[in-house]
């Protein structure tokens, strides 16, 4: 079962790859980590497809927080199978971000994933393995290292 603060959360994907979670946040007066991050592979990832990531949102304040500018980036690719002739690097994988507009509403002390979230799975980070017309056999078994970040606000009353 997992507890809803643990600030570091691996993220499996099927095929031997694991994405691990960093921290991020964005300003709030008198606190520097309001919000913590983390995430789940919704599918398995192979060249040519797009694996959307079900972040989990974990509010560490004690008043609902809005929570926008979600942001996802590859800092890490740990590829044991890549040689010289089977390169695996950033030019393999791509992030499609979430829209900055969107806000997903958070209550005091709690978390929230994008799955219990009413914004569609198309709108949620997607790692994207690109299928490139060079041979790709060096991911196989990669490991990404994402990093998540956001910026959250008040929430304010309506």
Request: net charge positive.
């Amino acid at each position: 079962m997992r507890t809803a603060r643990r600030p570091r959360v691996p993220l499996a994907l099927v095929g031997g790859g694991l994405l691990v979670c960093l921290t991020g946040c964005g300003p709030l007066p008198m606190m520097m980590n309001p919000i913590a991050l983390a995430g789940d592979a919704t599918a398995a990832l192979h060249p040519g497809t797009a694996v959307p990531v079900d972040l989990e949102i974990t509010n560490t304040r004690m008043m609902p927080v809005e929570v926008r500018e979600i942001r996802v980036e590859i800092t890490r690719i740990s590829a044991p199978n890549a040689t010289e002739l089977r390169p695996c690097s950033l030019e393999d994988y791509t992030i499609a971000q979430t829209r900055p507009t969107i806000a997903i509403a958070v209550a005091a002390l709690a978390s929230k994933r994008l799955s219990a979230s009413t914004l569609p799975v198309a709108e949620w980070p997607q790692v994207h393995m690109l299928n490139r017309q060079v041979n790709q056999d060096g991911c196989k078994g990669a490991t990404l290292t994402l990093r998540y970040s956001a910026r959250a606000i008040m929430a304010v009353a309506r």
